[in-house]
């Protein structure tokens, strides 16, 4: 099972990134997707989430109305498109596979990629 990130780097304020997660090794069509980041001496954040149908998707205010979750299930892909990116964002940004199998959950983590939002 393996989640790798990639798309991370160093951007400057009001600059786009778009990350993608590259899922293999499991059924990725049939898990719910979601975004985390952790800055520096924070606790990690959930960022945004996708159901397995890419019908619904939920953002922390935060991000709301500049980043956009999305999934292409027969890539195997999810992804997150970040705009009008502010210093705030700067953090390690993780993907995160769920899903709720007869009450317990079943999910896998990807490694990370850093986001710097810097002049």
């Known amino acids: 099972v393996q989640l790798v990130e990639s798309g991370g780097g160093l951007v400057q304020p009001g600059g786009s990134l778009r990350l993608s997660c590259a899922a293999s090794?499991?059924?990725?069509?049939?898990?719910?997707m979601s975004w985390h980041r952790q800055a520096p001496g924070k606790e990690r954040e959930l960022v945004a989430r996708i159901i397995s149908t890419g019908g619904s998707t939920n953002y922390a205010d935060s991000v709301k109305g500049r980043f956009t979750i999305s999934r292409d299930n027969a890539k195997n892909t999810a992804y997150l498109q970040m705009n009008s990116l502010k210093p705030e964002d700067t953090a390690v940004y993780f993907c995160?596979?769920?899903?709720?199998?007869?009450?317990?959950?079943?999910?896998?983590w990807g490694q990370g990629t850093q986001v710097t939002v810097s002049l």
């Open positions: 090794g499991f059924s990725f069509s049939t898990y719910a």
């Open positions: 995160h596979a769920y899903k709720f199998v007869t009450g317990r959950i079943s999910d896998y």
